[in-house]
C-alpha cells in the first residue's frame, strides 16, 4: 500500500494517476471528503489532516510506502507525517524537496526544504529524496493578467530556467515508489529546455493562439504581488525576491539528466504543457485546468 499526501495537488493528481494506471494499490490523504471525488476510481480516499495528528492513523495503517509532499514553509506537517509513518511501520519514503537546497549559499527557499529533509533522515526509515526546480505550472500564475489584461510581469530579465512538468516529477515519484534500487538517492529534476520569462511567453502565447506582452517588473514588490495579489507572509516575499534576483544572474540555466536516464525518455518540453492547458491563458477562461 502507497499512501499520497498532497494527492489532489499538481504532482500529487497526477502521481495517482500513474499508480492508478499500474493496478498499484494507492491510498490517498485528504482533509476534505468532497475532494475523493477528484481520484481515480481505484483509489482510496481517506480523511486525515496533517495539521491534527491524531488524525494520522487510520489513513498510515498498512501502508509500505509514503510519498510525502507538504505545503508552506513550515515543518510541522512534515514532522507529523513521519511519525505517523515510524508508528506504522512503513519501510520507505519518497520526499518531494526543492532544488534550492543546492544554492551555495542556501537561499531561504532551499533551507525550509533542507530542515525538512533533515526531519526525514532523521527518522530512520530508508528515504529517496527528490529536488525538482521549478514547475511549468508555475505559469499558471501568469493567467489572471494574460485573460484579463494580456500581459505577463518580467521579474527575471535575461535569467534563465528550466522548468518541468508536474507529469514528469510524477512518472519519476511512481517509478522510485515500485521499482528497487533507490533508496538513499538524492534525485534532482529540471526540465531540459533552459527559457527565459520572454521565451515562456512566447510559447504561451503561441498555444492560446493571442498576443501577451512581457513588461519588466519594476520593483520587487511589483514582482510579488503579480505572483500573489492576494498578499503572502513577509518571510515568503523575502525569500521570492531573493530567488528572483537569484534567477536574473543565472543566464545559462541549472539543468540536470536525470529525468532522461530515469524515465529512459526526454522530459516533456514546455510547449506539451502549454498545448494541454492553454484554454487558461484565453479569455473565455472559466477555471484553472
Known amino acids: 500500500m502507497i499512501l499520497i499526501t498532497g494527492a489532489t495537488g ?18 490517498a490523504l485528504i482533509r476534505d471528503p ?15 489532516d496533517l495539521d491534527e495528528p491524531a488524525t494520522l492513523a487510520p489513513a498510515f495503517a498498512g501502508v509500505d510506502k509514503l510519498f510525502l ?8 506537517h512534515t514532522a507529523h507525517a513521519v511519525a505517523a509513518a515510524q508508528a506504522a511501520g512503513v519501510s520507505h519514503i519518497v520526499h518531494l524537496s526543492s532544488a534550492n537546497v543546492l544554492g551555495d549559499p542556501m537561499p531561504a527557499m532551499g533551507r525550509w526544504h533542507h530542515e525538512r ?5 532523521a527518522c530512520g526509515i530508508p528515504t529517496t529524496v527528490l529536488r525538482p526546480g521549478g514547475f511549468m505550472t508555475n505559469a499558471l500564475e501568469w493567467a489572471p493578467t494574460i485573460r484579463e489584461e494580456g500581459y505577463v510581469l518580467d521579474p527575471v530579465g535575461p535569467g534563465r530556467y528550466a522548468p518541468i512538468d508536474p507529469v514528469d516529477i510524477a512518472a519519476v515519484a511512481a517509478l522510485v515508489l515500485t521499482e528497487n534500487g533507490h533508496q538513499g538517492e538524492e534525485y534532482v529534476l ?6 527565459t520569462v520572454t ?3 512566447q510559447i504561451i502565447a503561441a498555444a492560446a493562439g493571442r498576443p501577451i506582452e512581457v513588461r519588466a517588473a519594476l520593483t520587487p514588490a511589483q ?6 495579489p492576494r498578499g503572502v507572509p513577509r518571510a515568503l516575499a523575502d525569500a521570492i525576491t531573493e530567488g528572483f534576483a537569484l534567477m536574473r544572474a543565472d543566464t545559462v540555466g541549472f539543468r540536470t539528466d536525470t529525468v532522461e536516464k530515469l524515465l529512459g525518455r526526454r522530459p516533456r518540453t514546455f510547449a506539451q504543457w502549454c498545448a494541454r492547458n492553454a484554454g487558461a491563458f484565453r479569455p ?4 484553472r485546468p
Open 10 to 27: 499538481n504532482i500529487g493528481h497526477e502521481l495517482v494517476r500513474e499508480l492508478d494506471g499500474t493496478g498499484t494499490e494507492v491510498r
Open 34 to 48: 468532497a475532494r475523493a471525488a477528484a481520484l481515480p476510481a481505484r483509489a482510496k480516499g481517506v480523511v486525515g
Open 69 to 76: 509532499l507538504t505545503p508552506g514553509i513550515g515543518t510541522d
Open 117 to 121: 529533509e533533515e526531519i526525514v533522515r
Open 190 to 195: 529540471t526540465g531540459d529546455e533552459a527559457l
Open 199 to 201: 521565451e515562456q511567453v
Open 223 to 228: 514582482a510579488v504581488r503579480s505572483r500573489f
Open 284 to 287: 473565455d477562461a472559466t477555471a
